[in-house]
């Protein structure tokens, strides 16, 4: 057991209500109560604003803030003493006063298709021209399109949940899920394909969960890097800073991959317009400790390779809409 100077306080978690989003949040529960069996654990739960918007395109609602806003007032407020996020939701500039205290152990972060019944013999690859392939992910959107310009994509909101039962009535051919997140619903079986890296490069921070808690709170701070995954922490490190670099949010289409081996980290990413006809793509490795400086360094190579000008396009696009 992990020794901790705490009082014997009740500490509060924030979660989302979506579903994915309370079994990530009990899962941490469940590990930090592991850890200090003498502290009491308990859950509240808030609905954001990307919950609640659900007939509009996240693209449109412009928002870096959608799923983590309500949590983080929270915190601020001290109603709650730390939020669990998906990594990827969480905004790679935090309001003062907040910070990303832990990075937990990623799960395969890949993207995956899922198929109904009807196209159940069918990968990306040999899926009819004109399939409709649903994601409300433009990052997935442009690179899809990039590849396979004969299908169809069509936006897809609500919960993993609802989005299945969308697809199964046949509203769409095959839909894309993240693979981490069908995981951890016991929702392996649906997993048709693992869109493989080459095709599409997957969402920053995309399989880790991201645990964010007041800057100086160093009893939570002590508690929460229980559950720290040092790897995860540095691809979330470079993949984080090249966002950043980048400034972009889940409105822009870029991609990362992240691998250490040796004691090398290698990044890769993209950014591709809307449409899929550019993209720009580049790979840097160096020190796992020098994780940040990589992921700026590559996003500033990316930008001479006119990633500016295709990030420019899209926001310019975005605030037409």
């Known amino acids: 057991m992990t020794s901790v100077d705490i009082s014997q306080r009740t500490i509060r978690i924030g979660s989302r209500k979506s579903q994915l989003a309370l079994v990530q949040t009990y899962w941490v529960k469940e590990e930090l109560e592991k850890h200090f069996p003498q502290i009491k654990f308990e859950v509240e739960t808030m609905s954001t604003q990307g919950d609640k918007i659900l ?25 709650t003493d730390f939020a669990v996020h998906s990594l990827k939701d969480l905004p790679t500039n935090l309001p003062e006063g907040l910070m990303l205290g832990c990075v937990t152990k990623r799960v395969d972060p890949a993207d995956a298709l899922v198929v109904n019944e009807k196209n159940k013999d069918k990968k990306l690859e040999t899926l009819p021209e004109g399939s409709v392939i649903g994601t409300s992910s433009l990052r997935r959107l442009a690179q899809l399109r990039h590849h396979f310009p004969h299908l169809s994509f069509k936006d897809i909101r609500g919960n993993v949940n609802t989005r299945l039962a969308k697809l199964d009535a046949g509203e769409y051919d095959g839909i894309i899920l993240a693979v981490a997140g069908l995981k951890r619903l016991d929702m392996s079986g649906r997993i048709h394909q693992v869109i493989p890296a080459e095709i599409s490069l997957h969402a920053v921070g995309q399989g880790a969960l991201g645990i964010e808690c007041r800057e100086g709170d160093t009893e939570i701070l002590k508690v929460i890097k229980a559950l720290e995954d040092p790897e995860s922490r540095d691809h979330a490190l470079a993949e984080r800073s090249l966002l950043r670099k980048l400034e972009g949010g889940c409105q822009v289409p870029i991609g990362v991959n992240t691998s250490i081996e040796n004691n090398t980290l290698t990044l890769t990413a993209m950014v591709a317009s809307l449409d899929g006809s550019k993209l720009v793509k580049d790979t840097i490795s160096g020190q796992p400790s020098n994780a940040e400086k990589l992921g700026i360094d590559l996003a500033n190579r990316l930008r001479e390779m006119g990633a500016g000008e295709i990030l420019a396009e899209i926001l310019a696009e975005v605030d037409r809409h």
């Open 55 to 79: 007939d509009v395109a996240l693209a449109k609602i412009g928002d870096k803030g959608l799923f983590t806003k309500e949590l983080e007032v929270g915190m601020l407020n001290h109603q």
